[in-house]
Nanobody
């Protein structure tokens, strides 16, 4: 499978910002949906955001939509997750993923729509 290459994680203080990047050329070219999941220690994995390969439509989870945004650089075929006003509860491993539809990012029962995963990048927010 074509790999997904994540970068941009790190440690910040509460209220800080980070931008995660996911190089996803094989999936942008293939008309797939690319986005992000996160999983905190002892928590269930949750879909955070996703964007269509044409960049025209996107999804951001209600839990973060006033602070996070997703975008696509079509030329670089890279998807970005901009995270602002980070809070300790945002601490998690963030995984880039590619899917056949938005539903794989929205509904846990549709995770079969996810066709590939990145290795993850850690985000740690201290209070």
């Amino acid at each position: 499978q074509v790999p997904l290459a994540e970068s941009g994680g790190g440690s910040v203080q509460s209220g800080g910002s980070l931008r995660l990047s996911c190089a996803a050329s094989g999936y942008i070219d293939g008309g797939r949906y690319v986005g992000w999941f996160r999983q905190g220690l002892g928590k269930e994995r949750e879909g955070v955001a996703a964007i269509a390969s044409d960049g025209a439509t996107s999804y951001v989870a209600d839990s973060v939509k006033d602070r996070f945004s997703i975008s696509l650089d079509a030329a670089e075929k890279t998807v970005y997750l901009e995270m602002n006003n980070l809070q300790p509860e945002d601490t998690a491993m963030y995984y880039c993923a590619a899917g056949r539809s938005f539903s794989g990012f929205i509904w846990r029962t549709d995770e079969r729509e996810i066709i590939n995963w990145g290795r993850g990048t850690q985000v740690t927010v201290s209070s």
